[in-house]
């Protein structure tokens, strides 16, 4: 009877033992499932994440080859400026009822503020990246918005002062007169829409063909040449030069504000081609007006101004008028 006790018990412990260890199983599977959970949640994370992070990346690493800055004029100008500091050194008659180009607009605000400041008869603003020709539309569509706001302000005003007055019979019929006489004259583009005279276009300069009727009063080149130049060697840089002399009539005028070589120097690695062609260049800035005088065929230049007061510092450049 004991032996048949004493198995009883042995096989119960084994029974027991069994289960412990069935249980033990059990729980290491349910750790091991739950630490596999654990790891695949943070993969799926830092999956999730990855794309924010790469797209950061991209952010601080977004370059401009050609100059083409989303923003140029706000860093530029600043904000407390109401109007771009070259304007003050630039002449009415260069603009006044002239047709007139300006090359590497950017985001077109300079080339409004000309057209509002100095009467174009008309003026066309390029560049080579489409988006700072949408930008330079948006821009546009908002000033002649301001102006109408404007224009409707003034009007409003003039009626109030005229009836008071008890003549507006007389008032309106020279008002009237004074605007056919603006309209007919036909320089002064404050009486005329701005969607009239002012007008962008995508095009690369250096690489585009000269339309055989277009000709131009005025050309400005605007703080591109280190641009042209270091993207398209001094070939580019005398094409740049000569396409100009082309598109000028007899007696035209090129606005040119040329960046230093130590402009140069800063930017030449922003891409493959410019640190390529920024160690074969041989005509530097200093030589530009040599340049243009001897092999262009320019009569004479007027250096403007040797800095501009009231610029940011890097952008108190010299600014020259060559006339044809």
């Known amino acids: 009877m004991r032996d048949e006790k004493e198995e009883v018990k042995i096989t119960e412990k084994k029974k027991k033992k069994k289960n412990k260890q069935k249980l033990k199983n059990q729980e290491e599977k349910q750790n091991e499932g739950e630490d596999k959970n654990t790891v695949k949640e943070e993969k799926d994370t830092k ?46 008659e260069w603009f006044q009822g002239k047709d007139c180009l300006d090359i590497g607009c950017n985001s077109g605000i300079v080339t409004i503020q000309i057209a509002k400041k100095f009467h174009c008869r008309r003026i066309l603003g390029i560049d080579i990246d489409p988006d700072r020709i949408s930008d330079a539309y948006w821009h546009l569509r908002k000033f002649v918005r301001v102006e109408h706001v404007g224009k409707s302000s003034t009007k409003a005003s003039t009626v109030e002062v005229t009836e008071k007055a008890n003549d507006s019979e007389h008032c309106t019929t020279s008002s009237s007169a004074k605007e056919k006489e603006l309209a007919k004259d036909g320089l002064h583009s404050a009486e005329r829409d701005l969607f009239d005279i002012v007008s962008f276009r995508k095009e690369n300069f250096v690489q585009s063909w000269c339309r055989p009727e277009e000709h131009y009063d005025t050309i400005l080149c605007l703080s591109v040449t280190k641009w042209i130049h270091l993207n398209w060697g001094d070939d580019g840089l005398i094409t740049l030069f000569s396409k100009i002399w082309r598109l000028l009539r007899p007696g035209g005028i090129l606005v040119l504000e040329p960046q230093p070589w130590r402009s140069y120097e800063n930017n030449h690695l922003v891409s493959e081609t410019t640190a390529k062609n920024y160690r074969s260049i041989i005509f530097r800035p200093k030589c530009f007006t040599e340049i243009l005088l001897d092999k262009i065929g320019f009569r004479k230049v007027e250096e ?11 952008f108190d450049r010299p600014i020259f008028a060559y006339h044809k």
């Open 47 to 92: 999956e999730k994440a990855q794309p924010q992070i790469n797209n950061k990346k991209r952010k601080r690493k977004e370059v401009f080859p050609f100059g083409n800055y989303r923003g140029y004029y706000g860093y530029r100008i600043g904000q407390d400026m109401d109007e771009d500091p070259r304007l003050k050194v630039f002449k009415e």
């Open 304 to 314: 403007v101004t040797s800095a501009l007061t009231g610029s940011k510092v890097g």
